[in-house]
T-cell receptor, first 114, second 118 residues
Framework: NAGVTQTPKFRILKIGQSMTLQCTQD?????MYWYRQDPGMGLKLIYY???????DKGEVPNGYNVSRSTTEDFPLRLELAAPSQTSVYFC?????????????FGSGTRLTVV | AQTVTQSQPEMSVQEAETVTLSCTYD???????LFWYKQPPSRQMILVIR??????QNATENRFSVNFQKAAKSFSLKISDSQLGDAAMYFC???????????????FGKGTKLSVKP
């Protein structure tokens, strides 16, 4: 039972480069999320998805794109990386958005843009 | 919009002692859910405990318990018999009971870093 798997765990990008952070879950959860975590700032929602083919912006979507072609996968795309995108990125999934269901998180990706 | 505030950026506790982490939230809703997550140095986010707002009884999970004061909009986490493995960042989170669109998303506080002294 793998839960939520994120790859890579670490990455260094140069300014202007692009990359995709991969996220896959094997729990058949419809709801998936991308958060970024900056020191002292908690977790901020970038994008979320309520099911395959449906995505929506969160609090800090600028500079990012997502897609959800399958229930299992929810990749996050960074175009034209900037130093402000240096952060730890978490993918999460949830069985439902109501009820006392929490999120299941991946182990995070530490991204540094230089 | 709902907000979650953790007013203690850092806390410290002696091993085997008890510590309480504070969390307050702002909402106009009457039905919602509250959570505490633990993030050890491994970065993995681990659900510690959850509370339904409609339940008056405080949730308990082994050495972890909450003091839920709905009128005061307070949701503190008490860790009893602290262990070295409890050292971590702790995040308080809020989720609306509404399920449409972004309303069901978790809203996090900024976290409290807990150190445990041997």
């Amino acid at each position: 039972n793998a839960g939520v798997t994120q790859t890579p765990k670490f990455r260094i990008l140069k300014i202007g480069q692009s990359m995709t952070l991969q996220c896959t879950q094997d729990m058949n959860h419809n709801y998936m999320y991308w958060y970024r975590q900056d020191p002292g700032m908690g977790l901020k929602l970038i994008y979320y998805s309520v099911g395959a083919g449906i995505t929506d912006k969160g609090e800090v979507p600028n500079g990012y794109n997502v897609s959800r072609s399958t229930t299992e996968d929810f990749p996050l795309r960074l175009e034209l990386a900037a130093p402000s995108q240096t952060s730890v990125y978490f993918c999460a999934s949830s069985y439902r958005t109501f009820g006392n269901y929490g999120y299941t998180f991946g182990s995070g990706t530490r991204l540094t843009v230089v | 919009a709902q907000t979650v505030t953790q007013s203690q950026p850092e806390m410290s506790v002696q091993e085997a002692e008890t510590v309480t982490l504070s969390c307050t939230y702002d909402t106009s809703e009457s039905d919602y859910y509250l959570f505490w997550y633990k993030q050890p140095p491994s970065r993995q986010m681990i659900l510690v405990i959850r509370q339904e707002a409609y339940k008056q009884q405080n949730a308990t999970e082994n050495r972890f318990s909450v003091n839920f004061q709905k009128a005061a909009k307070s949701f503190s986490l008490k860790i009893s018999d602290s262990q070295l493995g409890d050292a971590a960042m702790y995040f308080c989170a809020y989720r609306s009971a509404k399920s449409r669109g972004s309303q069901g998303n978790l809203i996090f506080g900024k976290g409290t870093k807990l150190s445990v002294k041997p």
